[in-house]
């Protein structure tokens, strides 16, 4: 059997127009299910009943290094969010392994919470939340 890699500085994360860029060393993506996709009730007889979850809001948190030139084009996007009467709607987000085939993807995404600031002695990272109402998700493999 042939050993996979996985590379991580081949993996591609687009916000809107927005190519991320200036990733921090750990833990750079995350993305979380907000709901389990079943949910299960048991009866006092032991007798179960599972329940389809219709929800797919995930959320996806990104570590940028601070030296990053996005952390600029993110904090104008989320000011020009805030200042337009009901938002702007969000934008389209795409995250792509292009060394694999796990794909994530969303129709309208938003920034849900800006970072934390810490200005140390040494470069330090900042964590950018995002959230959508609908990911699609495809965990693949090499």
Sequence with gaps: MAVKTYDPSNVSMFYGEILMSGFAQDAAITVEHDEDDWTLVTGVDGEGTRSKTSNRSAT?????????????LLSAARTLDLATPNGTGGKPLLIKDNSGTTVFAAESCWIQKAPSAELNREATSREWVFRTDNLVALHGGN
Aim: glycine letters at 0%.
């Design 60 to 72: 996806i948190t990104v570590a940028l290094m601070q030296s990053s030139s996005v952390n600029l």
